[in-house]
């Protein structure tokens, strides 16, 4: 398992950033610490928000007095927490993707986990920087890859294992066994590849354990790009100017794609409409595309009444299963459920031979990364280059050449 201490958290803790806190007056801060009644702020879809909704009212039902005022924020997320706890008009909850918890932690209060309460430590571990847990996981969202099982059986090829991944050779080797065709007639094997979830199910990461350094340009990068490359150039996978302004769920649908590998647990829902091509669902390649774990931080601020409502609704929507069972909105999921005793919860959705059970061993096997304050700026500057440069977009250049480059440029960003 990673050990996740981002370098940058020291500085950040205690010089503060962008998302440190602005004192609220002190007779607002007292009268809400007096209080049982929190404000909760989160990000989602409708039925995303229908499902943290529901969490909040049933943590209402089942603490009497206890007031969960909701926020919905459809949009620039992060941008407005951060504003928002500049101002000191924060949430007294906030939820938080463990990939962006790096740059909130200073605003965040720490907090007490149990990593034995989840179905494995990498959850909790997940939302701990140097040691601490500064938000409680409530939802988990591992990948899974859907198959075209009426595709594989007219090529003669052997549905994969339900619940042991293939090799990476082992998936080459079968894409290039289900694609056939020529123009918009084309069937590719496999679904345009995501080069940062393959390098993952390859071994390989952005950033070192200690992130420390961008890592994306060392040997396992650069053969994982090529990786990608060659399967795009065979015509195994569409490229990425294919599929522009496309839904691969759609092409999956109308039977151009025998393998669709980036299926989180939202994807649910479309898929449930579909029932021809037949399909079912097996683990994603190698060792799995990254798992984002969501956790629920309580601002620093919070105190007296306030502060014990907000601990006993994070530990409510993280551990009890009246709560993780509302992750599951009809046939669409937020995430899959943490706990052990909610896993049934999503596995039932659907039939079983389209194996939503692909879910619970993903969540058990899932990789963590780091993580890393500037996230979005770093690994957006990265993929931009990748894609004006080598054949991961648009480009050309060898990605030998460019991919070791983009991580230097990279990890000069990350320890400024």
Known sequence: MKKLVPAALAVLLAAGCATGNAPASSKAADKAADTAEISFSFWGTNSEAASLKAIAAAFEKANPGAKVTTNWIQSDYEQKLQTSIAAGTQSTVMEISNTSLAGFAPS?????????AYVQPNISAALQL?????????????????????????????????????????????????????????VYGSSNLWYRGWLTAAGGGYYNADATECTFGDETGVKTAQYVVDMQKNRYAPTSTDIQGQDQAQWFAAGRLATFSDFGPWTVADFAKISKPNWTLVPVPGKGFPMEVDGLGI????????????????????????????????????????????????????????????????????????SVAKEAQLSGDAEKGMTSYTALGTGKDDVAKVLPQLASKCTQALTK
């Open 299 to 370: 601002a620093k601020t919070a105190s007296g009444k306030q502060l014990e409502t907000a601990k006993k609704f994070v530990e409510f929507a993280s551990t009890q299963q009246v709560a993780q069972d509302q992750l599951i909105q009809g046939n669409t999921a937020l995430g899959v459920p943490i706990i052990a005793a909610s896993a049934p919860t999503l596995e039932k959705v659907l039939p079983a031979e389209r194996n939503l059970a692909a879910f619970t061993g993903a969540l058990k096997t899932g990789e963590v990364g780091v």
């Open 108 to 116: 965040f209060a720490e907090q007490t986990v149990d990593p034995s």
């Open 130 to 186: 140097q040691g601490k847990y500064y938000a409680m996981p409530f939802a988990a969202k591992p990948k899974v890859m859907a198959i075209n099982t009426d595709a594989f059986k007219a090529a003669g090829v052997p549905l994969p294992s339900a619940t042991t991944p293939l090799s990476l050779d082992e998936f080459r080797t079968i894409a290039a066994k289900l694609s056939h065709g020529e123009g918009k007639a084309r």
